[in-house]
């Protein structure tokens, strides 16, 4: 077994050590290799029968330890070859290698390349000899070789208070929390005498002590209204039924990978480089849930179908969830949201009354105005009870006039073709040749009074 556990600091990599070395130290071998890159958990271990043990502060003597183990593998290796196996047979003496913080090692200026090196060998050839290696990191990108995470058969990822996600070769995905142990604890169960679980895939989940995951019915709000409304102020300001210990945002108009990658980030967690959506999706939702937490998600209307079908799990795996969305007008927009409509309570954001509009008005205008009444009445008029809208517009009259009101009026004004402009002289030229010059002047002046006003927002452009 190559087994590789990754996960940020406090995300439970200590305590899935702890549990598995409570049965494999029970076990024969023929030599046991710890490697504490920490110097506060192995240490524990430290006295017993054949353990060699190296603490953080001896990396030389990791790579001393780690190339005589790695030499000796090509003797066994060859040894096999001779009497015409493939692999060793499981009478055969066999070894059990440990590296906390991993990364400890290989980023030694000067013993790290060696480490990798030996590292590397070792994972290629420790599974025709039955070895085992555990090793532990916060992030396999740059702690262990390319090589090395290769061959890696079986990834736990600590997503936080014990959670995580166990991806094995040629088995199914699963999750759980593993149930807290200390190295006192298992020092206990190491001289019990008790028969311990081989060291297979298959028994991971009972070795890590598995506590089953529970799915609660989380409350969720969904906030619903028209673009410039206010959703997002009001999803930010959303204010949880019960005690949460963080409140996590999440914008939904963002590539789902990047939003899961996000979620799970901000959890605590970290996120494997080449997880596929429905991983990611699954972590996110074990991250969530180890900390009772308040998720805001944004823009849930500019998310996928595919995102939307995700949004279920998350909100199961929340003490609280708020949504923002737009109000659905089309068919499309209704359909797509309909499977979370059923599920969150609705709340139908309503245009400002015109004291708080007023109110939010004055809060975002500059101390002087030349004409504030006037410039509060337009704003009012053009911001329609949307505080997005209203800020947008406030924030806009920097100078204290109204002229940027009028340009953000003229911006909203549906633009008119200027090439439909040029029928009039052509009617005009038409007249003179088949009308007199009184019907002339008067369908003139006519023509000028419908389009004066016209011509005039267009030229205001």
Known sequence: MRLAIVGKTRSGKSTALHRFLSHALRHPWAG???LDGKGSELCAYANLPGVRYFGPDAVVSWAAALNAH???MMVRYSAIVARGLRSAPLTDPRYLIIIDEVQKGTRHAQMGKHIKNDLTHITEQSAALNDVIVVATQREINAMPPSARHNVNVWLRMLGKGYYYLQADERPTTSGRTG?????EALVQIGSGEAPLSLEIDNLGAILGTQGVTQTRAPATLY???AGSGKTWHLEHHRPRQKVARQIYVDLSQPQRQALVQLIEAAGAAAPPHATIPQLAAMSALALQSV????????VDRATEKAIKTIEPLIEAVSECALAAKTAQRPAEQRKLAPLVSRVAKCEIKPLERSDALSLVRKHLPDRVVDPQATERRILELGKGHPATIVD?????????LEE?????????TPINLGWMLIFPLFFLLLLWRADGYMIAALSMLAIMVLRRLLFRQLMR
């Open 32 to 34: 046991v290799i710890l």
């Open 70 to 72: 790695a030499e000796q």
């Open 180 to 184: 807290y142990l200390t190295p006192d």
């Open 224 to 226: 619903v209204g028209a």
């Open 292 to 299: 009772p937490t308040l998720l805001l998600l944004d823009n």
């Open 393 to 401: 517009l406030a924030t806009r009259t920097q100078r204290g006039t």
């Open 405 to 413: 009101v009028r340009n953000y009026e003229s911006t909203q004004i």
